[in-house]
């Protein structure tokens, strides 16, 4: 899986599970913003990702994990 490929992936999954529109998830969005997510839906988007990805996100990663962009790059590392 290409980046592009990756993005478009993790934009359309985050945008079906949270209710928000693909336009809105930009690479310098921040996350938790734009998704409104609250302490338990993170833990949510955390577990949809590492299911669709098949990776495991470390808690002091996540941290680091504030924008969309920071997060494809995550991902790209590692699928």
Same mark, same amino acid.
């Given at each position: 899986?290409?980046?592009?490929?990756?993005?478009?992936?993790?934009?359309?999954?985050?945008?079906?599970?949270? /209710?928000? =529109?693909?336009?809105?998830?930009?690479?310098? @969005?921040?996350?938790? %913003?734009?998704?409104?997510? &609250?302490? #338990?839906?993170?833990?949510?988007?955390?577990?949809?990702? /590492?299911? =669709?990805?098949?990776?495991?996100?470390?808690? @002091?990663?996540?941290? %680091?994990?504030?924008?969309? &962009?920071? #997060?494809?790059?995550?991902?790209?590392?590692?699928?």
């Amino acid at each position: 899986m290409n980046k592009n490929e990756l993005i478009a992936k993790v934009n359309s999954v985050l945008a079906e599970e949270f /209710e928000v =529109e693909e336009s809105i998830i930009t690479p310098e @969005a921040n996350i938790k %913003q734009t998704l409104q997510l &609250d302490s #338990l839906s993170l833990v949510d988007m955390v577990a949809l990702i /590492e299911s =669709e990805f098949g990776v495991k996100i470390q808690p @002091a990663d996540l941290a %680091q994990v504030k924008t969309f &962009d920071a #997060l494809y790059d995550y991902l790209a590392e590692r699928v």
